[in-house]
């Protein structure tokens, strides 16, 4: 059999690996391996990455459109008849009750297809509703609130590759590869850091894989992080160690920041996050005060905590005092690839805070981050009555019946919608409530660029992009379609032009993805053409860029304590004095696994084999305290709900923490649900989505208060163990 190879590369997580698969005569997709010789991956590719031949050919991935019958079971159905129907159903909606009755939701999978990321937001403005959600805000957009309160430094940060000293709190980028760190090879790139002297400081409940690199590791508690940052601030401060220069010239209320953090002693917060007080001064000490220069950054850890806004603002707040920002005359590392170039003044724009303007939540009052609402509020929004219900869901490659907290009340609403799509290569527990599921092409089967759109928040040295062609065939009897002939194939039947990236569409023809890629590098320095010149990618030099002095007269500054940060920071405060309530002694964590991402990859069969199910980590002095041996059933109980699992020991997590991956679970209480053994089970069974954040909604999905028995067994102990 004649067998060929292509360059191409995996789109499953923003690690963007450079691959080599092996396609027989009929373009299958056969083989897969890490690329040896791939310049930005440097021959990395992780387990997720390796079962694309499995992904592609597996038994639960949804060939054909399908619809929803009258007896609740799917038929297949025509793309263009299938786009017909939802049309009609969409502007018969849209008639009855206006077009904030239709909604969208992007998920991982929109996120990774270059040729449609933003598509449904702009497709969804056209139809006249501002309804357009996604995981992003129940992920890390608490980012994105800091930058709305504390301003923007538009030359950016020092890059991983020059930092002298990182700080990470609540993040494992060497299995993740997630920013802050270099997305691309992580643990090669970590190597090179330590090889060459740069200083970690890790602030994470677990001894991660990314801690056994650091110098410094401090376990707190999860959910205390408020405390700790507010503490390493505090010393920073009081000893001095800001960057009184750059405070002076750039920060208008240093002062009542001072005032703020000033409660938050080394005691005050090592008591509450049980930590060493000294660790905290030293971690202090070796960010601020070594003479070192280098950035603080976060993932989900603090993201997804309470006061999870103001637990990145403190982390923000860190970098400002101390100054880390490019200054003027600095080269700028990477000015982009794809997103258009801009000035880079050695100014603080002033905080835009975006959400005041615009639409706003009829339930909440919450506004809008980079043209979404707040997933927090969603399902809330389908299952309110009234003036602007969701009646309508698009879902773009995402599962939100999985990854959304409070899994019975999201799946409540999602079933009582009057329709939902779901744009969906596999049979996930979101698809299985379609109407409609809509295959798109998979990885390896289209056209793609690397993901763009969080360009300028990526932490690499280079403006590095490539283009892969579609490489492999799809599975043979396939009726496939691509995810913006879906958006685009609505439009034109609704009667609605549709924009790609501001530009007008063509409404006669549809687009190639080609086109879309196209439009979407419209303001690269290098053209689509010039970056498909170079399978392996290319380095987009442009013109080099040097930050550029402030203007003069300038007079906007950072705001590192306004007021509603403050009325945050003060309730945190009150919240710890509070008693705890002495049922809920453990604490549950968010933890990702090597092998799966986030819902993806778990029914795939090597899978299956290493992670049937997904286990409750606990430390092995927990477990036996609680007289729970490995291997027996936990019964994992929060204020919103119980769950069972199979307890595993973990001495890398600190004492009174359990993990439990999210992204396992079948539907709770449907036919189909085959059980823990099987499909393991929803963390956000014992999450709510009462306690949101201000601005972004965002739900607590960390540190949350949980207690623990030994399942099927006399009662064991919710009480303390002793320490
Ligand atoms: N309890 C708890 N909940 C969480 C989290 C947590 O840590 N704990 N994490 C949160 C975070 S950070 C996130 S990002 C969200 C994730 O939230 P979601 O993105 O909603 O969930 P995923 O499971 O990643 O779903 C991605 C979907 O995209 C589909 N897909 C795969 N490839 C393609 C493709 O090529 N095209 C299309 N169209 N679709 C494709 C997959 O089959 C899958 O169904 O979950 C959040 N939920
Ligand atoms: N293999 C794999 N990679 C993935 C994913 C996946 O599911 N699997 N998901 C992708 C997605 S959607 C995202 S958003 C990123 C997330 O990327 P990361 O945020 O790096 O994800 P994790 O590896 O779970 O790291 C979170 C860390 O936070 C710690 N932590 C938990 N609670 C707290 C807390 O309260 N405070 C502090 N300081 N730390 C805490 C945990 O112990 C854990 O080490 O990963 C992406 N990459
Ligand atoms: S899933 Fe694995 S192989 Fe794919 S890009 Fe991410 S790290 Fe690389
Ligand atoms: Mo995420």
Redesign the pocket.
Known sequence: MSRSEALSFC?ICMGSCGMVVTLDEERRLVDIRADREDPQTLGFACFKGLRAVEAHYSANRVLRPLKRMPDGAFAEIGIEQALDEIAERLAAIRKAHGPEAIAGYK????F??SSAVTLLIEWLQALGSPKAYS?AT???SAKMVTAGRIGLWPPGKPTIAQCEVLMLLGTNPLVSQNPPFDVRNPVKRMKEAKARGMKLIVIDPRRTETAQFADLLIQPLPGEDVSVLAAILHIILANGWEDREFCEANVADLETLRTAVAPFTPAYAAARADVKAKDLVEAARLFAASGLNGIAGSS?GPD?GPFSNLAAHLIEAINVVCGRFLRAGDPVPNPGAILPRYPRRAQAIPAPRWWDHGPKSRIDGSGMLAEEMMTGVLADEILTPGEGQVRALIV?????A????DQRKIVRALRSLDLLVC????M?V?AELADYILP?Y??YERPDLPFWLYEYMIYQDEAYTRYTPAVAAPPEGAALVH?HEIFWGLAKRLGIPLTWRGVPLDMETSPSVDDMLAIAAKDAPVSLDEIKRHPRGLIVDGEPQYVEPAEPGWTGRFTVMPDDVRAELDAARREGEQNEDGRFFYRLA?RRLRET????GRDLPTTRKRVPYNRAYMNPDDLAVLSIGAGDEVEISSARGSVVAVAESDATLRRRVVTLA??FGGLPDAASNRGYYQDGVS??LL?DDERRETINAMPQ?TGIRIALRRAGRVKVSHQRPSS
């Open positions: 789109r998920g991982g999978g929109g990774f297809t995981s129940i992920d890390q989900t997804m773009h490659g995402g599962n939100p999985s990854s959304v907290p744009i969906e290569p596999t996930s979101t798109p998979m990885q995810d968010v991402f986030n819902s993806v999210h992204g963390t956000n999450l999905m």
